[in-house]
């Protein structure tokens, strides 16, 4: 059965560096998404993204791939929506915080 996914890449205190959700056909993990989201995450470094949690800035990170409650992204992308928004205004409050 159709999975939504997400995959992520976690630091020992499970805060989330990087992610991304993505349709699975079978609702199995699709491995090549793993090595898509390190690369991902390289890219962002190389133009200047911090290469550490933004939280506890811990350099090690495992990368895990879960199945999520949805089963197409058409019913995942509003609650993947509002928990981004989520995310970006947690984000800029520790940003203020440091300044």
């Keep these: 059965m159709s999975r939504v996914r997400i995959v992520q890449m976690l630091c020992p205190e499970r805060h989330c560096i990087v992610g991304n959700a993505y349709q699975s056909p079978d ?3 699709i491995e090549e998404m793993r090595s898509r989201l390190l690369e991902f995450f390289r890219g962002l470094c190389a133009h200047g993204a911090e290469d550490r949690c933004g939280i506890c800035h811990s350099r090690k990170y495992t990368i ?3 199945p999520t ?3 197409t992204m058409d ?3 509003p609650y993947l929506a509002d928990n981004a928004a989520q995310q970006k205004a947690t984000c800029e409050f520790f940003r203020a915080a440091r300044n």
């Design 75 to 77: 019913e995942a992308i």
């Design 69 to 71: 409650r949805f089963q």
């Design 64 to 66: 895990e791939d879960a």
């Design 27 to 29: 609702g199995e993990p």
